[in-house]
């Protein structure tokens, strides 16, 4: 691996820096606020985005993408992670799933997704069916030649933008030796399908302004031509696609960390008791030179789980090792940051308050710090036969 980075990447960073800086900063505090993104900054961002030829950088030239490969776009999410959720959600990274489409599907998702027509929503979580994909109960049956669904999904984040949503319901069940085992197909729900509603979800105290849905469906009839893959394929989809999407995770958690020791490092260095800077007393030197070898740590376990995707070398064990340590050690960052700013990092005055309550979600979505754990226990053992 090139620890260094090329010429190329160099100018990805500093691009998408200088990008979040200018145009993302500066309305942090207005969503914050508000718990609101205007539709005219929302509609302001992704313009630029598409003019700086960013806009789904993460798709292949051959769609219309910039055709990074998985380390450039690890890099292009590190420095996204150092802004807001709720408006680099419009720096526009379409899921990769859609590379799935087939046919007339590319014409009507795929093709408007990369050139930022159309935005794109993900939906697989359940009320009843978190961590457990295949306890999912929303279900899709058989009736007439087409499909019919029912149920519902929750958490789900971008859906209050998304012109249509990739939808996972469950679709059978198979018997096996360890129990019932349900079969997931992959659809293509666009905004407005009769019996198909989008509400609004919980309030969360991570992430302002970047919403969370609850999508409902109630006898929701859907053609053959809405199935994203094979049917009963949705765990193929899923495993060939999102798996990478875990490194998103740890690569933001990167970029808000840094951001966030940033603030811990200049006030240690400002601030003044006893006579003196309160970054030299051991108690605050010493917690500033953890957080930065923490940060550095996972910067480089994420770099190169997504340098070995790259490669074409298994990095199942290592995205969960990433994405599980990236996440934790920004709670460890942000907490540590508040304590340094003692009581003036609870106070709204200061971002200090945000980092921490935003980090909180990262060792949930996309897979549990738990989930993660178990990942990679099991690469670890299922060779040893155990």
Not at 66 to 75: C, E, Q, R, T, Y
Not at 236 to 246: F, G, H, P, Q, S
Not at 265 to 278: K, M, S
């Amino acid at each position: 691996m090139q620890f260094s980075l090329t010429q190329e990447q160099e100018m990805i960073v500093d691009t998408v820096r200088s990008f979040v800086e200018n145009e993302i900063y500066p309305h942090e505090d207005l969503v914050e606020r508000t718990g609101e993104v205007p539709a005219e900054i929302a509609d302001e961002i992704k313009r630029k985005t598409i003019e700086l030829g960013f806009y789904a950088c993460n798709f292949p030239e051959s769609v219309g993408g910039a055709g990074l490969n998985h380390l450039d776009f690890a890099l292009v999410e590190r420095e996204l992670g150092r802004g807001s959720m709720a408006l680099n959600h419009f720096f526009g990274r379409p899921q990769n799933i859609l590379m799935a489409c087939e046919g007339d599907q590319k014409e009507r998702y795929l093709l408007p997704a990369v050139r930022g027509e159309k935005m794109d929503a993900l939906a697989m979580t359940e009320p009843d069916a978190g961590s457990d994909v295949r306890g999912m109960k929303c279900t899709a049956v058989r009736d007439g030649g087409d499909w019919v669904l029912n149920g519902a999904k929750h958490f789900i984040s971008g859906a209050d933008h998304a012109d249509f949503f990739i939808v996972f319901v469950a679709t059978g069940v198979d018997e096996t030796p360890r129990g019932p085992k349900k079969r997931i197909t992959t659809f293509l729900v666009d905004r407005g399908t009769p019996g198909f509603a989008v509400r609004d979800g919980y309030q969360s105290v991570s992430h302002r302004g970047y919403k969370n849905c609850i999508l409902e469906f109630d006898d929701c009839r859907l053609p053959d031509t809405q199935v994203l893959g094979d049917v009963d394929g949705g765990f193929a989809v899923m495993n060939e696609w999102l798996y990478a999407t875990r490194i998103t995770v740890a690569t933001m958690s990167v970029g808000r960390a840094r951001r966030c020791f940033d603030y811990a490092l200049n006030y240690a260095a400002e601030r003044e008791q006893f006579g003196q800077p309160i970054g030299k007393f051991q108690g605050i030197g010493f917690q500033i030179a953890d957080m930065i070898t923490e940060i550095d740590a996972a910067d480089m376990l994420t770099l190169a789980a997504a340098w070995r995707l790259d490669q074409g070398l298994p990095a199942n064990r290592e995205i969960a090792s990433a994405k599980l340590y990236a996440s934790e050690m920004l709670a460890r960052v942000t907490d540590a940051t508040l304590q340094i700013y003692g009581g003036m990092g609870l106070m709204q005055d200061f971002p200090i308050e945000r980092f921490w309550r935003d980090a909180r979600v990262e060792r949930i979505w996309d897979g549990t710090s738990e989930i993660q754990r178990h990942i990679i226990s099991r690469e670890l053992l299922r060779p040893l036969g155990a």
